[in-house]
């Protein structure tokens, strides 16, 4: 027999309670959310990096309101998830900006088409006396002991910087190994006027495509600050003793016209007249500081002149002049250049010539050629060679190297590296490999009596 007892405790449908249970909907609308979050910094990273590589954004919607037509110009703008990008084609203001949406349009007004400049702007104490310090550019005198004023970025957030050396297409001291330099600030003008590059952020690995600049020449009053004239590039001419500053106490440049995108070169007077000195009608002007000429191309046509006798001194050559230089003798001389491919190997094979275009150095593969005032030395791809020679065209000398390549980096050495030089005498790192676990030899050349130098 069973006995049957009573449980309390035992659940039944009766009192069994209800546990809360959350909300689906709300489970499914935060994971919505979590998910759209997620996909919107991914789309703002893709946009961004093809921004930074002049692409298309996605999902962007291309705004051709009527706000965004000026008198001088237009603004494009693409309208995405959050954010803004903006291309200024105006002639008050040029570049471009990648912003979020509550960023508005610069409306900058223009005066005889030229931008105002941005006034009453919160100005940083600068205790080092920097040239740019927190976005601003800082103008002091020339004992660098008073602040004569400054200037804020128009055309980009915080990327205007004091001007230094631009380029042209031909690029013909960058284009080599031995005669690419640092480019140098250019100097202030009569402690009054500065050449402002305001540009947006330049990316040469595009090449021409990728390389606009805009160039101002600044009047730094603090009164009265004002964009005086605008340029599309500038280049050096001249330095101060020093070596630092560009085009120190002449005021003569080498500036490119905005409007027609040739070079030039003009005089800038203390009141801030230009003269132009050279028309704006140049593919490229380069300054040779040895032989104060300019190496000059027009209609794809070089030749030497000579700015001071306002005349040309030069045969003219189809083929790029690369370099101008005279000798002791005072003769002079200038080198030209063409591309060569050879099997896989590819180079620039030059040639020297005089200026009333006699053939001085041709040999096949010549792809460096450097010039002193009593010989020439000179690099042949077929043995990897320097060679010595005098302008009486004698072989003085030779020094033997393991490979030709002069470019280098961080990571590779050149075939050789100037370690000394002298009036009498020249030393060579000669590398032994190109990679950076390879030593080097020193090679010492006298130049000033070969007969001290081992036979070879």
Not at 67 to 82: M, Q
Not at 259 to 284: F, H, M, R
Request: charged residues 30%; glycine residues 4%.
């Amino acid at each position: 027999m069973i006995d049957l007892y009573y449980a309390p405790n035992i659940p039944t449908p009766q009192n069994i309670q209800k546990v809360p249970v959350k909300n689906g909907k709300k489970k499914m609308i935060e994971l919505i959310l979590v998910s759209v979050g997620i996909l919107w910094f991914i789309l703002l990273g893709v946009n961004y990096i093809r921004y930074t590589k002049n692409k298309p954004l996605l999902l962007a919607i291309h705004n051709k309101s009527a706000e965004n037509e000026y008198p001088d110009g237009y603004v494009e703008e693409w309208i995405s998830l959050g954010y803004v990008y903006r291309i200024y084609n105006r002639v008050a203001i040029s570049g471009e900006e990648f912003v979020p949406f509550w960023v508005t349009t610069k409306r900058p007004k223009a005066e005889n088409d030229l931008p105002q400049v941005e006034t009453g702007y919160k100005i940083p104490d600068n205790p080092r006396k920097y040239d740019k310090y927190m976005g601003i550019l800082y103008f002091y005198s020339t004992e660098n002991t008073d602040l004569l004023g400054t200037y804020k970025c128009i055309n980009s957030n915080q990327d205007c910087a004091i001007a230094t050396n631009g380029w042209d297409r031909f690029d013909i001291i960058g284009n080599d190994p031995l005669t690419k330099r640092e480019p140098y600030k250019f100097a202030s003008l009569y402690n009054k006027y500065a050449f402002i590059d305001d540009s947006s952020k330049q990316d040469i690995s595009y090449g021409e495509n990728g390389y606009v600049r805009t160039i101002y020449l600044y009047k730094f009053d603090k009164k009265e600050p004002k964009i005086l004239y605008r340029f599309a590039d500038i280049k050096e001419t001249s330095y101060n003793e020093d070596k630092e500053l560009a085009n120190f106490g002449k005021y003569v440049y080498i500036v490119k016209d905005y409007e027609t995108q040739k070079w030039g070169i003009i005089k800038v007077s203390e009141s801030a007249n230009i003269t132009e000195l050279l028309p704006y009608e140049y593919d490229s002007i380069t300054y040779d500081e040895d032989t104060g000429y300019y190496i000059v191309c027009k209609n794809n046509v070089w030749y030497a002149y000579d700015l001071e006798e306002n005349k040309q001194v030069s045969v003219e050559s189809v083929e790029i002049i690369y370099d101008i230089w005279k000798n002791m003798n005072s003769s002079y001389y200038f080198k030209t250049g063409r591309e060569r491919t050879v099997g896989s190997e590819s180079f620039r094979e030059y040639t020297v010539y005089r200026f009333d275009g006699t053939e001085f150095l041709k040999k096949d593969k010549i792809s460096e050629i450097i010039p002193r005032k009593t010989y020439i030395m000179y690099l042949t791809e077929t043995d990897k060679v320097l060679h010595f020679m005098t302008y009486s065209k004698q072989e003085k000398a030779k020094v033997q190297l393991h490979f030709t390549k002069l470019e280098h980096d961080s990571v590779t050495h050149p075939a050789f590296e100037i370690f000394t030089e002298s009036d009498t005498s020249i030393a060579f790192k000669v590398y032994q490999g190109r990679e950076l676990k390879y030593d080097y030899d020193v090679e010492t050349i006298f130049t000033s009596n070969w007969d001290l130098n081992e036979d070879d």
